[in-house]
């Protein structure tokens, strides 16, 4: 099996995935995506940045839209339990010798900017502002009725690489394909929050980001999101779905924002805390994998992501594809 | 506009489709299909036919199977008010030189079959045996929950000619596509019992039955159908969807039974009773007319119909196209 | 059985309830029931006047709310087949010695005005405004997303005396509830459009209002809107429910608008267009004829009823029962 | 604030709750409410004892039903992070004067039993036999389509101590309600796997098991139980709901067994990873944190519960109430 096993005591304690800064040309367009369209809550906003969350969560934001002259995404943000942690995680990083650049980052106590091996730009932190409940202020719910952020998707050029590391900082896998002729791992999920993932990795030249991915209450908020757009000028922003996932066993349903950023809807999955939750093998040529129902995802699926701040993607090492960012 | 102005008066009163005898080729299959993993019910079975009936029916059959060497479509069924209404038809139909056979068809009264212009077979009656009703039996439901048979679509060769003969007998279009080009019509929905349609027609090589659809409660009983048929066997009689017609505004899903024939499952159309109910122009170059959201349909789904017995299908007279039968 | 045979051939055609002219004694308070919370679309307004309908409406009103002084259900509407038609329901009515009152009302090409003998006001036409349709414009839909009057609900003091007349000009029962002891009816439904009922009469101190109902789309709706009624402050505007009624199988909803006229939100009914479609007989014994399951009814929704303009309301001849307008 | 602060280094890594093992009077006809009703898995069965599995569970049980001549909770189950901390967890107990009993589990490898200081039954483990998923054999779904044990409620005579107690060993207090006069518990929500709770203790004769909760995928799969309840003969056993809670925000149903234990049917609280997650107080005099929307609950929800083997229960320290074991 090329899954490493998982690494029960790991250097520090992640809690979950926490947020991501996106770099976005047109902020008006993206809030009438992010916000009029999906129905993210505005937490603060200026002329240049505006800071989202979603219907329950409680942390100050999960997405920063950042008005920039290049799309891209800027740092993927990860919470971790206490600042000892963030303290312990500063020094692993460190000693893998890899960048700790602790930031003023808004509305967040201490927080260190890293990379991990293949280049991904982090952001590691233990205690963010946090906010009043508005779960149960059922008049601001709109749009897919998002409740929290749940997990990223990175284009990575060495999957076998990327999950040894990640495996290694304590994130465990889940399910995973396999690549039988090689026996190297073609994509992988992996969770700390105990879902199917907080992150994934899929082969391809990378990083890039694939998706950042919202948890939705039911499969019929996705069509209420379906019905929306496709009366009201986002039909071409519709790419993939919806259907339903063999990984994860999630309904679908994969968007694109003003930029080409890519979000996906999601629900559905199962739980996965027990330390011996085995992870789920798949064949790469078992098309039910990734849709165990619904149309093939498109082209564009398979080779667009978002470029990642200060890391120029390279070919993967499995098999090339082209690099294409939105 | 080419759609006609609705006949109020029409020559006999329909009150709605009502069944369709399809041939079948591997009798204990098709049983798989429709009991097992539709949720039909049925009715009465021998070792040739199968007689079925959805949830909500109180009628004997909405669908016949019929052990046969060639899969096809046998005859559509259709109810009249009562036996007055029966005889004014067959007296509709024979002044028009149409066939009026006078058939012994079980658990029906009094029926006799016929063809319409286009040679499509038919079979009207005003009463079949009822049943006792099963709608709150609750065990009893299974699959995706069928409750009653919707409509009929039917490949045309001749759209204008179908409308004109159809709307003389008192059906009446709720939607209509229209070439521009020409300005004629392309596809046409018509209703007799208050929903978007009891019978449409499509151009292309006709006729041939493109599909029969059930009513289902929400689109949540298609997504647990497609669940079951992707796990249990049937994947490869997913055609096409889940989405949502811009015609009709129906969520939908398209599949085959193990002849071929196409099934829809088909939800939240809307009510049409009112006789000044507006008929809905789409433009033949919309391409949300067909598909308001979802992925494009196959090719099988624009060129594959079952044929009906009796009638060679010919071309269209707007635009040739393939004679497929599954 | 005391429900009468159906009437196939009734003296006029009746095709569907219409609408209802509510007085209200605060308009702006009905305002914010009705379209901010419920999700009507408003078609016409002025300081007097809110003429309101629902999503897949085309006609132009469903409801008008009036301020008045006193609140009280003004009329009920019904819509006939033609003119024609309803030339004929104006001599029907003269025939029987009820008023017919020719009115001038707004949007609607010829009206009058009569009572059933119970005292019902009524208005009668054949064409309303029509209006654009809406039900695809999704960034509109609200609240429970309301997409059709679906029918009237009335105490009636004598309901044997009620159908035999609704039954005379068309109104087929459905269902309806016997008093064993006596053989006669306690609760009646009664349907012209094709569902379980345009009106329904159960025994009570009346003529009243008992309810309006709404056609929504699916459980998950009126589950909805009682997350935001229950946070918004109209917790106390819920009367009764979720639940699902025994007759008519339907998932059900009654709240009260700010006046006390009650509201029922209604899914998942049946299709009843067959002349011959069998009355189901309820015992009056049988508590699951109204609660298939779900809480008891309060006593409120026993009791309470709209009055109607210029009918006092009588004891009903079967039991005594409070007169109790909100 | 009357709760304590969370201790994030608790002496043992508790994962989640795990399973329950009651004595039922008639293993059949308990058979036919868990397995047939509900939807459980059996994964194990002989003529005393039946092991059961929800649809996402890859343990080998969460509920053991064991054929008694009395009905009772026999005992709480709880896994732990790894043998390590099994054994953390038993010098615990120990050292506290609490028994400490290693027992042989079925499809366990190492397990002990002990109580909590209000006398609470507990086996505590690590590894359980683990079988193949099947939560993709959708073919397997039935009745609620179980997904997951969920949480256990339980009246306490002390509730404070209660949440003392488990508060030590990690448990994490997400919701509570306090009695402003006196400044004390009244009930209380803790968690460790990341939802609203693994337990509650609300005030009450005590110990004593309120209820066992499973996991559903959305509301429908709530109502669809409740038709299927109320249609095959298990309608008195429907106790309380639909309705959703003020606390946890879940959508809910309560039935009871045939021996009276009770179960919650749950979905839609929300995710509680953060360690610094505030908890959320509710007042006792507000109805909303019980019942957001929906009818008040019986009598019997406020004062049966199921008894522990060999605990008896004593009366709140708070108010006196009634000890109602069904």
New interface residues.
Partial sequence: MPVPAPN?YPPFNT??LSHVELGVTDLQRSRAFYVDTLGLQVTEEDASTIYLRAM?E??HHCIILKQTDKAGARYLGF?V??EDNLDRAAAFFKARGLPVDWVDSPHITRAFRTRDPQGIPLEFYA?MD?LP?I?????LYRGVKP??IDHFNCFSPDVDAAVAFWNEIGFRVTEYTEDADTGRLWATWLHR??GVHDIAFTNGAGPRLHHTAFWV????NI??L???????GW?AN?ERG?G?H?IS?A?FLYIRDPDGHRIELYC?D??T??????P?RWDLKDP?RQT????PAPRSWFEEGSLFAGTAPVQSTLAASPIIAP
Avoid: C
């Fill in positions: 029960l809690i979950r329950e409680r942390g919470k339990y206490d205690r946090r409940p779960h149960q202020q059922y008049a409740l929290r929050k105990g209450p039911t499969p019929l069509i209420d379906l019905d929306l757009m496709s009366t009201t039909l519709i919806p339903r063999g066993n309904f559905s199962y739980q805390v027990d330390p011996d939750h085995e789920i039910q165990l129902w619904g149309s």
